[in-house]
């Protein structure tokens, strides 16, 4: 019973991964909006997280870069979900901090 908060904080990790990589590419009139919002989602929830209990960011985080693994991966096709860009860059250096 113990582990049941760890498992959802990979759960929402992996969400949250995925809905950043959906919307990252997004612009309103000329800004980034996609990456602020996926960027500011994804510390906003390990903040809460951690506030809460701290290894949950830890599961959070854990859960997060799988899926964000495997989209960087590529394609079966031979392209990628994260264009090589300033806003695909920003994404990967999002998660790598």
Do not use: C, I, N, Q
């Amino acid at each position: 019973m113990r582990f049941v908060p760890h498992g959802v904080a990979v759960l929402v990790g992996a969400a949250v991964s995925v809905a950043s990589v959906a919307v990252h590419r997004s612009v309103v009139l000329g800004f980034p909006l996609g990456l602020l919002l996926a960027l500011l989602t994804t510390f906003a929830t390990a903040w809460a997280m951690r506030d809460m209990l701290p290894a949950l960011a830890t599961s959070y985080a854990a859960g997060w870069l799988v899926p964000f693994g495997f989209v960087l991966s590529g394609r079966a096709e031979g392209d990628y979900a994260v264009a090589s860009d300033l806003r695909g860059y920003g994404l990967v250096l999002g998660a790598l901090v």
